[in-house]
């Protein structure tokens, strides 16, 4: 049975910006220990790796493509460089408001791994920074990684959402490090 990392792009694999979009180069952060770690999973670890990421608005004049497509390839090139190689990649280009099925932590975008009985889903996780990839992993029937960089439950509606989901965290962490010591021991 397969095994699935559904990686998060923007606050996972490189920093999220403050304004929360990724549209220019000199945003472009990569997460301290990534490269390193993530490299160590992908040759000694036996998972495939999908990139799941929401990118609001991709394609208006919001994120027109010929400003995200030169940034997301460097990215994922300077991973590809490192012997990082994402099986596939999903990305969401709608709006929050449009409420699309498509969009985390909806799993429209992942039907065929849920429909697709070579997956073990139940074994598979889902590694983001926001309580809704730890959402979309219990959608999934899988488990969280949660990297968690600050995150305060000052509103109501967020603590109560992380009581829901705090069952489905295998790992809240800020640290690629133990990531691959979290994931090598399973
Ligand atoms: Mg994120």
Do not use: C
């Not at 490192?82 to 280009?93: G, L, Q, S, V, Y």
């Not at 985390?104 to 070579?118: A, D, I, R, S």
């Not at 999934?140 to 967020?158: R, S, Y």
């Amino acid at each position: 049975m397969k095994r699935v990392l559904f990686i998060d792009r923007d606050g996972t694999i490189i920093k999220e910006a403050p304004d929360e979009v990724i549209n220019s180069f000199t945003k472009i952060e990569f997460l301290p220990n990534v490269f390193k770690y993530l490299r160590l999973i992908a040759e000694e670890l036996d998972f495939e790796l999908a990139l799941v990421t929401n990118q609001d608005g991709l394609g208006t004049e919001f994120l027109p493509e010929e400003v995200f497509t030169p940034i997301h390839n460097l990215v994922m090139t300077s991973l590809k460089n490192e012997n990082i190689h994402f099986k596939a990649e999903h990305i969401d280009k709608t709006f929050f408001f449009e409420n699309a099925p498509t969009r985390k932590p909806q799993t429209g975008m992942l039907t065929g791994y849920m429909n697709n009985p070579e997956y073990d889903l139940a074994h598979s996780f889902v590694i983001g920074d926001r309580l809704t990839d730890v959402e979309l992993a219990f959608n999934l029937g899988a488990k969280g990684i949660w990297i968690n960089q600050g995150t305060t439950f000052g509103n109501n509606e967020l603590s109560q959402k992380f009581e829901k989901l705090k069952e489905y965290i295998a790992l809240e962490t800020n640290d690629w490090k133990e990531i691959y010591e979290f994931l090598k021991a399973q």
